[in-house]
């Protein structure tokens, strides 16, 4: 497969991993909380990224890369908006409808591309910025629901939703940032090394909060150690994949073509809970395949 192209399949192998994921975690959530089972995916996630990157180093032979000043701040400036981007989100679906929360919360590849753009440099075909913008209006399209308009949601989940979708941007350019500021090593063995030291930072953060100030998560997350190995697995897997594609084209090509996870959803939504799909959906998924495939065009323009 020509390596211009490589990052398609590997950004739709996460975004699978991802639903997959999320399904898991939904479960937990009942069991140990939204918190608790949010902690989950980096705690568990870490063993699995750990073993990977020892895999790569024995199997290429390649040295780990040591991290310098500006990788570490950009790893960290990853690992906590990430953390704050999945608070802003939870907090968007206490004051609205999930619909909606999802039409501003997936404004995320718009601010990638920006964010990309003004802190990496990174180029942008005038192209793959009209795929970026008509793949994202698809998203938003098919959030809009009877009875949950846009208009009418109010200052607070608006300025949350908007605010979380700019928090997971900066996440992606964070991570990216850091990827590209490590001097030596494949794309493969410097997206995982990325992965483990953003992790690593998470599980920490993570765990200290919920010792400070909510002890019965963090314990019963200790206790479903089983059913939370599945979500750290699949959470590993899918950013394994998410940081790969980071390594090998820019956060806003990644993050436009994550939008099929929107597809996969509804997708399932249809064969397994049998709810129609409307025609704005319909209308919406067109825009978001006319935008992916508007994309995949100008990658080779």
Not at 14 to 22: E, H, L, M, S, V
Request: glycine share 10%.
């Amino acid at each position: 497969m020509n390596h211009l192209y490589l990052w398609v399949p590997i950004t739709l192998v996460a975004a699978a991993a991802q639903t997959g994921r999320n399904a898991t975690q939904r479960r937990l959530t009942a069991l140990i909380g939204t918190v608790g089972a949010t902690q989950v995916r980096f705690l568990y996630g870490l063993p699995f990224a750990l073993l990977a990157l020892g895999a790569i180093r024995i199997a290429t032979g390649e040295p780990i890369p040591a991290p310098g000043s500006s990788f570490l701040v950009y790893v960290a400036a990853g690992a906590v908006v990430q953390i704050l981007a999945t608070a802003l989100m939870l907090a968007a679906m206490r004051e609205r409808a999930f619909s909606v929360v999802t039409a501003y919360t997936k404004t995320e590849p718009v601010q990638v591309a920006l964010f990309g753009i003004l802190l990496l440099g990174d180029h942008l075909t005038p192209m793959a910025a009209v795929a970026i913008v008509i793949a994202t209006a698809g998203v938003v399209f098919m959030s809009m629901k009877p009875g949950t308009g846009l208009a009418g949601a109010g200052l607070r989940p608006v300025a949350y939703g908007i605010g979380s979708g700019a928090c997971f941007a900066l996440a992606a350019i964070g991570f990216r940032g850091a990827i590209l500021n490590l001097d030596q090593g494949s794309e493969l063995m410097r997206a995982t090394t990325t992965l483990v030291w953003g992790l690593g930072l998470q599980t920490l953060i993570l765990v200290a909060w919920l010792g400070l100030f909510d002890r019965p998560a963090l314990m019963a997350s200790f206790r479903v150690w089983r059913a939370s190995l599945g979500a750290g697995f699949l959470g590993a897997l899918a950013s394994q994949f998410w940081f790969l594609g980071f390594a090998l084209t820019t956060a806003a090509n990644v993050r436009t073509l994550a939008l099929v996870e929107v597809l996969m959803a509804q997708a399932v939504s249809h064969r397994f809970l049998a709810q129609a799909t409307s025609r704005r959906e319909v209308a919406g998924m067109a825009l978001i395949l006319v935008g992916v495939g508007l994309l995949l065009i100008s990658q080779g323009s």
